[in-house]
């Protein structure tokens, strides 16, 4: 192994330019990745003054929003924050999906690494677990992934 030639990016956050694209639904949740994500943003290293909190209605709206966020060259990665929970209708499995697909889109389309803190869960108890208790807090989870892609991607350039 130790001949193998490894790239992987490092954790640290330093000089990067980031966005939190937070949905405002669920916001008892939302607020808390939002706030992991960029307490995890600044425990890596980066400043304040280069990170951008976007609040978009619903999940439903954060693709278009990621898009352009990641059309203006502003930011070396996005991170999106949100929470479906399941209700009583199908309706949480298209906004879902929509959202995690849309958002993936844009990565891919225009090459700024966005990664995905979003809760899809079955129920508040697993929103509340997933969201700083004991099941970690996603939003902080998806920065570090973001600062880990931004500096493995520069390597691959
Ligand atoms: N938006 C969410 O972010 N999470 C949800 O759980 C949710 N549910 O279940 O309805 C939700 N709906 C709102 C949707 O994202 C749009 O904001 C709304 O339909 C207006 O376009």
Redesign the pocket.
């Known amino acids: 192994m130790s001949n193998i030639k490894t790239i992987e990016g490092h954790l640290n956050a330093a000089g990067l330019k980031t966005a939190v694209v937070a949905?405002r639904?669920?916001h008892l949740f939302v607020e808390k990745l939002a706030g992991g994500a960029l307490d995890a943003l600044k425990r890596h290293g980066a400043d304040e003054n280069d990170q951008t909190l976007i609040w978009v209605?619903?999940?439903?709206?954060m693709p278009l929003a990621t898009q352009k966020a990641a059309q203006s060259g502003n930011y070396d990665a996005i991170i999106c924050v949100?929470?479906?929970?399941r209700?009583g209708t199908p309706?949480?499995d298209y906004?879902a999906g929509e959202m995690i697909k849309g958002i993936s889109t844009v990565s891919l389309q225009s090459g700024v690494p966005v990664t995905m803190g979003i809760l899809t869960t079955n129920n508040l108890e697993q929103a509340i677990e997933r969201s700083g208790t004991k099941m970690g807090n996603k939003g902080w989870e998806a920065a570090v992934a973001a600062v880990e892609q931004v500096n493995l991607l520069r390597q691959l350039a």
């Open positions: 949905s639904f669920n209605p619903g999940g439903w709206e949100g929470a479906v929970i209700g309706h949480f906004v």
